[in-house]
């Protein structure tokens, strides 16, 4: 299982980066919003409630993060949609190789692809003026959480993407990205939520990742929120993974 | 294990939606070897035969043997004797040849160092070494089905599945394809072919089955299927059309003649065909008759499919 994983994987990459229509969304748009919300809401730091840092971009940095990994996640779930389409996923299914390898290769994608963007947007963070509180290491935790929380994202693009089997479908889901980057504390402070947003962050996975990546950058080795990062990270992996994996025998309910 | 590369005994596809058959009750057994040629218009079930034969539609009723394998209880074993290339070449545009036949020797477990040298070989043998390097996306249709070929054959299958492996292609990238089944079946492996052009069935299968509403409705060699339509006839066009009733009466010595569609012409079956033209032109000579042609009309697959189905398969196919 591990070759074709692997084989699987390298295609993944080679495709996404074949596809500028698909790469660029992943740096682009996140940077216009982080310099859109540094630019013009530099000043909420002074807000009565925010967490004391060196500055707002340290803080919205695993902001523009979290939306490059989670459209990468929508992304390999339209990639999955368009293989069905196409056929390819027959192609595949018809290899005599575990069925699972089909997941674990996307999954192996998200995950090199992910170090990528989170190295991007640390040196654009470095290059305007931010600093990772916690150096050398911080980076590498905030590296390594970011490649686990796109694996996460990448399991949900495919459980969406085995079910919807249109790549149009998963396209769709696209509005709802930005729903759950708002209804979390990846822009925001939690105490500075109004009512619900605030209660629904809480419960809202994405802000304990975003909080996981943000504090070796914007606060140093607090590691009560670091170790609450990767532990909902690892959460949600197993779950979205199941529901990949469910999403993928449904799939193929009608072949042998 | 059965002496047969591919067998199936009441095969059956029948969706649960409305409860129609895609293929109903089909007996085959395709020995090791043979080209065998599933022949039938659109929709006829060709396809849905072909998918439950490579796992990936699991049959309603009936059992199905590949290479050896029960498709349903053994479909790993069938995967790994079988190549497929379904109707769409679903082929990445955007990766190369020779990447994609990397890609397909990882997932059929070929050693590393095999990859490189098989990879070649197979696109020489399908007229790609040029290509090779090249994105898929600037290949032409008949480039990319050769490619789908090629990625079929990587492991050395026994039994190789094509789903109508020439729609579309131009008449050289047909004839491409012709050669390459044949030299295939020339090597010992079974070929099963889907089809809607009469003339592939004809030249490629050593069997045919004909396929309409998800049955079988017939299954022989070309030659025999056709000689189950009839013998073939003489066509012979007179300059004269007043001489058409002695035409009618020497022309009984060699067949069977009767009228033609205009005056000028008759229709003599014959056993053989070419073999009696030769007493044919002798007595209408004797005679005193002038003809201006003469033409061997033998029967065709469109025949025994019209005998079978009571349509003509090449208005489907042109359609």
């Known amino acids: 299982m591990i070759a074709p994983s692997l084989a699987l994987g390298q295609r993944a990459l080679r495709l996404t980066f074949r596809r500028p229509q698909f790469l660029i969304p992943l740096f682009l748009m996140p940077s216009i919003f982080l310099a859109v919300n540094t630019g013009g809401l530099a000043s909420t730091t002074r807000l009565p409630g925010f967490p004391e840092t060196s500055g707002f971009l340290d803080f919205q940095l695993p902001a523009a993060m979290v939306q490059s990994l989670m459209l990468s996640g929508l992304q390999a779930g339209i990639a999955v949609a368009l293989e069905i389409e196409s056929g390819f996923f027959d192609r595949l299914i018809t290899a005599p190789v575990a ?18 963007q989170v190295a991007f947007f640390l040196v654009v963070g470095l290059v305007f003026g931010a600093q990772v509180a916690a150096g050398v290491g911080g980076a590498v935790l905030v590296l390594v959480l970011g490649s686990l929380a796109a694996v996460a994202f990448a399991a949900i693009g495919m459980a969406i993407a085995f079910r919807a089997r249109q790549a149009s479908v998963v396209q769709g889901m696209f509005p709802f990205v930005f729903a759950i980057l708002y209804l979390s504390s990846a822009f925001f402070p939690r105490e500075l939520l109004g009512s619900p947003a605030d209660s629904i962050s809480a419960w809202n996975p994405l802000s304990y990742m975003a909080d996981g990546l943000r504090t070796p950058i914007a606060f140093g080795l607090e590691w009560t929120p670091i170790l609450e990062g990767f532990a909902v990270t690892g959460a949600v992996i197993v779950v979205a993974s199941l529901l990949a994996v469910a999403g993928l025998r449904w799939r193929l309910s009608d072949a042998v | 294990m059965p002496p047969h590369a591919i067998v199936t005994t009441g095969l059956e596809k029948r969706y649960p939606r409305g409860g129609t058959y895609a293929v109903r009750g089909v007996d085959l057994a395709v020995d090791p070897g043979e080209v065998y040629g599933f022949l039938g218009p659109n929709g006829a079930g060709k396809s849905t035969m072909v998918r439950l034969l490579v796992t990936l539609l699991r049959p309603s009723a009936g059992t199905a043997f590949v290479a050896g394998h029960d498709v349903v209880k053994n479909p790993a074993a069938v995967r790994a004797n079988i190549g497929v290339a379904l109707q769409d070449a679903a082929i990445d545009p955007l990766m190369t040849g020779r990447e994609l036949l990397r890609l397909q020797s990882v997932l059929h477990g070929i050693p590393r160092k095999a990859v490189a040298p098989r990879s070649d070989l197979l696109l020489e043998r399908v ?193």
């Open chain 1, 99 to 116: 069925r699972l390898s089909i997941v674990a290769g996307r999954l192996i994608a998200a995950a090199v692809l992910a170090v990528v």
């Open chain 2, 127 to 319: 007229g790609l070494t040029e290509a090779g390097d090249k994105r898929v996306g600037e290949y032409s249709g008949g480039m990319r089905r050769r490619l789908d070929l090629a990625m079929a054959l990587i492991h050395e299958p026994s039994v190789l599945f094509l789903d109508e492996p020439t729609t579309g292609l131009d008449p050289s990238s047909r004839l491409l394809l012709w050669s390459e089944v044949r030299r295939l079946r020339d090597q010992g492996t079974t070929v099963f072919l889907t089809t809607q052009y009469l003339e592939e069935a004809d030249q490629l299968a050593d069997r045919v089955g004909i396929i309409a509403g998800g049955e079988l409705v017939a299954e022989d060699t070309p030659a025999a299927l056709k000689a189950q339509v009839g013998r073939p006839h003489v066509h012979i066009g007179l300059c004269d059309p007043a001489d058409l009733p002695m035409a009618l009466e020497v022309s009984a010595s060699v067949g069977s003649p009767r009228p033609g569609v205009t005056p000028s012409c008759l229709d003599v079956s014959v056993d053989h065909g070419s073999r009696e033209l030769a007493a044919l032109v002798r007595v209408l000579d004797d005679a005193g008759i002038v003809v201006e042609s003469m033409a061997v009309v033998s029967p065709t697959l469109d025949d025994v499919f019209l005998q079978k189905t009571g349509e003509h398969l090449a208005e489907e196919a042109a359609a």
